[in-house]
């Protein structure tokens, strides 16, 4: 028994060494950023790093769920993290985000109204917008003859078999249903079905219901449209001349990044500190002119300090028009299992 | 006189066909491998389409070799590299040493809970990947916290929960491999050593160890492979800044996958074959 007792004392002993070992760096302060890769300017974490004289800790997740399985059980020790929207809300009512202390970021002003209090966080309570961007269709100009504007062109018979939907079935249906005339958060079994029955129609067009890598195909040449997210076509137009992005008049579906504190940040007031750096317009503009996506920066846009190529393209700043029919993807609750049934009969209707 | 001369039309068509059918094995092996090669020269940003010579994905992995960042296509790799290498190099270690002691328990001795050690054995090999890396990640959230409550240190995920992770399931793949090698073993020589003399201790040194030594290196190599491609128990053990090689590339999936990892996979590539080179000159001299 005493040898049990030594023995456990030993294990507790050198596991506290190790684990209390891994966690110091020096004396200087680390700030911890959990985001995606290439998704903010190199410059800006240099000038915060310095300004401050602290280091950035920069690590990477590939989508928000992700994000989500890691910060649930216990944050590991993330001082800014980079939810999308719905993710805010569903975070929010985990009660795993840290109230943002509004008075120590008084760079919020310099944000545009119009990506404020959004359903998913009423009153920015935990989180502020980053960056936006939209869902709409990457096209070849070269297999089109011309500019595209409508969701009507994904159906288009010129195009069998050349045709890419994302295979996420909230938002392939909130495209359909917004080509119908619908809200793409509906709950009437009876919209969802008459989408489902119109991709199904339509279900030799179809080549393929594909992960976000819609932009790779098209750029290969495999498919000439596709749903995809507006950054992603905007990059690879840079290496392929031929290829577009169009947001179809019918309204389209919007996201936001958002920066948010989780619980347990063992670094509140630097990442405070931090976001309020972010907020200041040529941040902001940095980090746009880098990524291609939207800014929420109204500071920044005003200033000019966003690239005047990407101000001007209406795939990354739509004009007033379309803005009023961008819409945020919501959470529809039970519905959600209506949506995933007639998604899975797309599939068992569209399979080729 | 036909039938001969049939028969031995088909047996030399059937020689050269051997040929060929080896020769698409080989292809349908290495041919991915060497487009992988091919594109890391690739001037595109994306992995998709061929846009010309270049060899900045190699030089950008070196320019970038202190940062921590990973927010230009390529800087991060190698500090993830790093990592990785840490992890499946302590891991593999502890693994192979608590594998191998737990294959010599099993098959020399009789110890009560023997039958029930030996089906615990094979549960990481059948269970999912993700219930491991699930009941870990909530162990060690529940451990910490009551380390917390007791002592006032905060401990956190990090690069040694990791290396946990991984020496949990590699432990039982150590011991699979070294039990069968064990199994093979003539129990007798053993016998004859301890009839001359030599104790137990002198015995496994001498005589058991350099026996089963093959099959503890093949266990160590499958241990440091399985370590270095590891996601789903990576990504639940893992903490802030212990990224591995396999959790950056895959958080690089929303917006590119840049060639900077066909060009970091071909020099892992030309550093195994160097490793798998210089073994067999080694065992030839």
Redesign the interface.
């Known amino acids: 028994m005493k040898r049990l007792l030594t023995f456990l004392l030993l294990f ?1 002993m050198s ?2 060494v ?3 070992c ?2 110091t760096g020096g004396n200087q302060q ?1 700030l ?1 950023i959990y985001n ?7 410059e800006a ?1 240099a000038q915060f790093e310095k300004e401050n004289n602290v280091k ?8 928000s769920d ?1 994000l989500y ?2 910060i649930q ?2 944050n ?3 001082d800014v993290i980079f939810p999308a929207d719905y993710m805010v809300r569903i975070m929010a009512a985990d009660n795993i985000l840290e109230p943002l202390d509004i008075a120590k970021i008084p760079n919020k002003t310099n944000l545009d109204p119009r990506w404020m209090n959004q359903t998913f966080d009423p009153e920015n309570k935990y989180s502020l917008p980053y960056q936006w961007g939209t869902m709409g269709i990457g096209y070849n100009i070269k297999a089109t003859k011309g500019d595209i504007n409508s969701w009507g062109a994904m159906f288009d018979p010129k195009y069998t078999g050349k045709i890419a939907w994302q295979d996420d079935a909230r938002y392939t249906f909130a495209a359909v249903l917004m080509y119908l005339g619908f809200d793409p958060n509906t709950t009437n079994p009876a919209e969802i079905n008459k989408a489902r029955d119109l991709l199904i129609k339509n279900k030799n067009i179809i080549a393929a219901f594909v992960p ?1 890598t819609g ?2 195909l098209l ?2 040449g495999e498919v000439n449209l596709t749903m995809e997210w507006s ?2 076509i905007s ?2 137009m840079k ?2 001349p031929n290829l577009r992005y169009a947001i179809p008049k019918e309204g389209t579906i919007v996201f936001s990044d958002n920066m948010a504190i989780p619980k347990g940040a063992p670094h509140k007031e630097l990442a405070e500190k931090f976001i309020n750096f972010i907020l200041k317009p040529e941040v902001g503009a940095t980090i746009s002119n880098f990524t291609h996506y939207g800014s929420p920066n109204k500071a920044a846009i005003d200033k000019g300090l966003i690239d005047p190529k990407d101000l001007k393209n209406p795939q990354i700043y739509p004009p007033t028009e379309i803005f009023a029919k961008m819409k945020f993807l919501q959470d529809v609750g039970k519905a959600t299992a209506l949506y995933d049934r007639a998604a899975t009969e797309v599939k068992a209707g569209a399979g080729k | 006189m036909t039938k001969i001369k049939l028969d031995l039309f088909v047996r030399a068509i059937g020689k050269q066909w051997l040929w060929v059918q080896a020769a698409l094995a080989f292809a349908f092996l290495y041919l991915p491998i060497l487009i992988l090669i091919i594109y890391s020269f690739n001037a595109s940003k994306f992995n998709a389409v061929w846009r010309g010579f270049t060899l900045d994905w190699y030089g950008s992995l070196f320019s970038n070799a202190g940062a921590t960042i990973a927010t230009s296509s390529s800087a991060g790799i190698l500090p993830a590299l790093n990592n990785s290498l840490l992890i499946a190099a302590i891991s593999t270690a502890l693994a192979t040493i608590f594998g191998t002691m737990l294959a010599l328990a099993l098959e020399r001795f009789h110890f009560p809970g023997r039958k029930a050690v030996e089906a615990l054995l094979f549960l990481p090999v059948i269970m999912p990947e993700i219930t491991i890396g699930i009941s870990l990640l909530v162990f060690f959230t529940l451990a910490f916290r009551i380390v917390e409550n007791l002592t006032g240190i905060r401990l956190n995920l990090g690069l040694p929960t990791v290396i946990i992770g991984h020496v949990v399931f590699n432990i039982s793949f150590v011991t699979i491999t070294v039990r069968a090698r064990l199994a093979e073993l003539d129990p007798q020589l053993e016998q004859a050593a301890f009839d001359l003399g030599a104790n137990e201790w002198r015995t496994f040194l001498r005589i058991t160890l350099p026996l089963i030594l093959p099959a503890i290196f093949s266990a160590a190599l499958l241990a440091f492979t399985l370590s270095l491609d590891d996601f789903v128990v990576t990504f639940f053990t893992t903490g802030v800044g212990s990224m591995t090689l396999p959790l950056l590339v895959y958080g690089m999936i929303k917006f590119a996958v840049t060639p900077a990892i066909n060009a970091i996979s071909t020099l892992m590539l030309l550093a195994s074959l160097l490793l798998v080179v210089s073994s067999l000159k080694v065992q030839k001299s």
């Open positions: 507790v596991a506290t190790v684990f209390g891994s966690r680390v911890s995606y890769a290439t998704y903010i300017a190199p974490i950035i800790q920069y690590d990477t997740f590939e989508n992700a399985a890691k059980q216990g590991p020790g993330y976000d932009q790779t750029d290969q950054g992603d990059q690879v290496e392929n």
